[in-house]
């Protein structure tokens, strides 16, 4: 059994190469200068179609984790960490908080980006706890 | 504005489940049939009768068109026939849009049947769907989050912002065993105590087992109808007085606040439709998906502030015999849970507590109930407000 690939779009197309070629891509509305995770047609926040794709930082913070004790399939061997993080940027994404001990991860903990191979094809962005999580 | 139109306008006159649990050998729609003909027969009414159905869908048994189905299967015929599908807030919203078609003419009597086998009717193949295709299919699925694993997400923050225990979510799961242990139709009855649920194994931290809802089968219909025609019925109509939704994200992820949700409007709606608030209500039967989904709707519906949920409900409010009598069936936790059906259940729970017919359960003088259903992950949220009197 493998991991679960995401199925990608041609809207998406350019975060999938980003994650291959090791940048976090987003996209960034140039009539509000907001910007926004998922992608999407048109900005959430003001909806003009204006968006250009930047390279974000890779900095964030732990809005929320769990530590999967069961996992979904065989693929994913348990414990591993579910997290939401808030993107220096703004928005918010779901990752893996990895190579960490559960109780090393809290709310409020800093990370940073890394890209994980899903498959040949496919790498997706982790997050890995930056100075133990604490800003210093 | 608060749309006061429907108040008092229809009521609940029939109401039924079939037995819960395990039912091996028995189909969902076999089930969905079984609880619409007990909904009937306790309506006193001949199928004939019944010129509008609603189903919703069975993952153990999908259908192209369900509610089409089920009354092609009873041999109705109905001029409103809909099957939906909005997760645990399914059975909540149609009745708000039955409601509505009632009082616009579209159907005089509504017959609402649900029904899944999600114990004894999927695959291991299916199951590990029914998991991994909840969330977003490119930015949460491929993480593999769990069901409980979003849930947690909830809880975890919710402890991070006000110091909320795992204890205090235990509570929630404790009070409704000890309800279920009044309730000869729940799956599970025996009594457990803050103690056993902690040390039930982790499913996805803060979530240990027991604060996890069960698996089920099972059924369940009620009837509706105009208040004029209520009457006519055998037992006393039970009104719908108050509705109201509120639908915030469908992914996670996208929540803009993860530890407050939209019951908040749907219950302010709701409350403004009813002219009441939460400290008129006799008992109130919360969606308990997880524990932490009741502390939640706890705050968000006004019945302590926001922050305090954990307090109050490690104050035994909940229990039998508490302020606030909560899912006196046994809920999701520990009466049944066979997916989108599973809040069928507190609404017929909640029609035989205000006919006073609840047995060892029965919250004594129960004019008002509130009812509460979420779908999704706290995305999808309908409030109801039922009474004796219009």
Same mark, same amino acid.
């Given at each position: ?61 732990? %809005? ?7 996992? !979904?399939? *065989? +693929?994913? =061997?348990?414990?591993?960490? #579910?997290?939401?993080?808030?993107? %220096? ?7 893996? !908080?990895? *190579? +960490?001990? =559960?109780?090393?991860?809290? #709310? ?13 094809? !496919? ?14 | ?390």
């Amino acid at each position: 059994m493998s991991r679960i690939l995401p199925p990608t779009t041609a809207l998406t197309e350019p975060y999938w190469e980003g994650c291959k070629a090791g940048e976090l891509k987003l996209q960034r509305c140039t009539a509000c200068g907001k910007h926004q995770f998922y992608p999407r047609t048109l900005c959430s926040h003001c909806s003009a179609a204006t968006l250009e794709w930047i390279s974000a930082c890779g900095a964030g913070t732990v %809005a929320s984790f769990t530590v999967v004790r069961r996992g !979904i399939s *065989d +693929a994913y =061997p348990a414990p591993y960490i #579910v997290a939401l993080v808030d993107l %220096a940027e703004g928005p918010r994404m779901m990752s893996n !908080i990895v *190579d +960490a001990e =559960p109780e090393q991860v809290f #709310v409020g903990a800093t990370v940073a980006v890394d890209f994980s191979a899903w498959s040949e094809d !496919i790498s997706l962005p982790v997050f890995r706890l930056t100075d133990n999580g604490v800003i210093s | 504005m608060a749309n006061q139109g429907l108040r008092g306008e229809v009521a609940i006159v029939g109401a039924a489940d079939t037995a819960v649990g395990k039912l091996p050998g028995r189909t969902p729609a076999e089930l969905c049939v079984e609880a619409a003909v007990a909904a009937m027969a306790d309506a006193g009414i001949d199928k004939s009768q019944v010129d509008g159905l609603v189903t919703c869908n069975a993952m153990a048994q999908p259908m192209l068109y369900h509610a089409e189905a089920i009354a092609e299967y009873l041999q109705i015929f109905p001029r409103y026939c809909i099957s939906v599908g909005a997760g645990g807030g399914t059975t909540f919203s149609i009745l708000h849009h039955a409601a509505s078609a009632i009082v616009t003419g579209m159907a005089d009597v509504i017959l609402i049947s649900m029904a899944d086998s999600m114990r004894s009717g999927l695959t291991r193949e299916q199951a590990m769907l029914v998991q991994s295709s909840t969330g977003h299919p490119q930015f949460e699925q491929p993480y593999g989050p769990t069901v409980p694993a979003y849930y947690a997400l909830i809880a975890q923050a919710h402890m991070a912002q006000y110091g909320t225990t795992e204890s205090q979510f235990a509570e929630i799961a404790v009070a409704a065993r000890a309800w279920a242990a009044r309730n000869p139709a729940a799956q599970m009855r025996e009594l457990i105590t803050v103690e056993d649920v902690l040390a039930s194994r982790m499913i996805a931290d803060p979530l240990h087992l027991l604060d996890c809802s069960l698996v089920s089968d099972g059924g369940s219909a009620i009837i509706m109808t105009s208040a004029e025609r209520a009457r006519d019925f055998p037992h006393d109509p039970v009104y719908l007085l108050g509705a109201g939704e509120g639908h915030s994200h469908e992914h996670i992820s996208q929540a803009h606040d993860l530890t407050t949700s939209a019951a908040r409007e749907s219950g302010a709606r709701a409350y403004a439709m009813a002219g009441v608030g939460p400290g008129d209500m006799d008992l109130a039967q919360l969606y308990d998906c997880f524990t932490p989904t009741v502390l939640v709707e706890l705050e968000d519906l006004g019945f302590c502030d926001k922050g305090e949920g954990g307090a109050f409900a490690e104050s035994g409010a909940l229990r039998p015999g508490g302020s606030l009598p909560v899912n006196t069936h046994g809920g999701l936790l520990s009466h049944c849970h066979p997916g989108n059906p599973g809040s069928m259940f507190a609404l017929t729970e909640s029609v035989w507590q205000l006919r006073h017919s609840a047995g060892e359960r029965q919250v004594a003088d129960a004019e008002l109930a509130l009812v509460h259903a979420q779908g999704g992950i706290m995305s999808s949220h309908t409030t109801l407000i039922l009474g004796r009197d219009r």
